[in-house]
């Protein structure tokens, strides 16, 4: 599976303006939602539930929001780039800038798991999350993202 099997051009946001981690959450769930056929309040409640067990802010500006959800045919992604970084109560206590949604399937099992594990060394390279910080729009951060140099691993 390619990042491109799970994100559309249009589930890539240059400038995403949030000023909390919650109001970041709603906006993601506004944006995915539509996406993945889903009420926009179901997936913020999905997502706002998985960050009550621990927070999915990595550390290095990075999030990496995801849940399960019943119905969904698929694996969905969004990425957006957070206009002014925020607090994310990430593990190394930095404001989080670069944020990969997750969406699965409730039975998606080890699909969701490779699906993160991906996202993840993606997103573990600070070189190529630099590159993301300084990409010009949404067109160039995508095709960075289908680029990335973990995408074509397994």
Do not use: W
């Not at 996406?35 to 621990?54: I, K, P, Q, S």
């Not at 990425?79 to 039975?107: E, G, N, Y």
């Not at 600070?126 to 973990?150: I, S």
């Amino acid at each position: 599976m390619d990042i491109a099997d799970i994100l559309a051009r249009e589930g890539v946001v240059a400038d995403l303006r949030a000023d909390s981690k919650r109001r970041a959450l709603e906006e993601l769930a506004k944006l995915a939602g539509p996406m993945a056929g889903v009420h926009e309040r179901t997936v913020f409640d999905v997502l706002l539930e998985r960050e009550r067990l621990g927070t999915t802010g990595v550390g290095h500006g990075v999030a990496i929001p995801h849940g399960k959800l019943e119905g969904l045919p698929r694996l969905y992604a969004l990425f957006a780039r957070i206009a002014q970084p925020i607090p994310f109560d990430a593990i190394d206590d930095r404001p989080v800038d670069l944020v990969f949604l997750l969406l699965a399937p409730h039975d998606a099992g080890a699909d969701h798991l490779k699906a993160l594990a991906r996202v993840s060394r993606l997103l573990r390279d600070t070189r190529f999350c630099d590159r993301l910080r300084a990409a010009k729009d949404a067109n160039a951060l995508y095709a960075l993202l289908l680029e990335g140099p973990a995408n074509r691993a397994a």
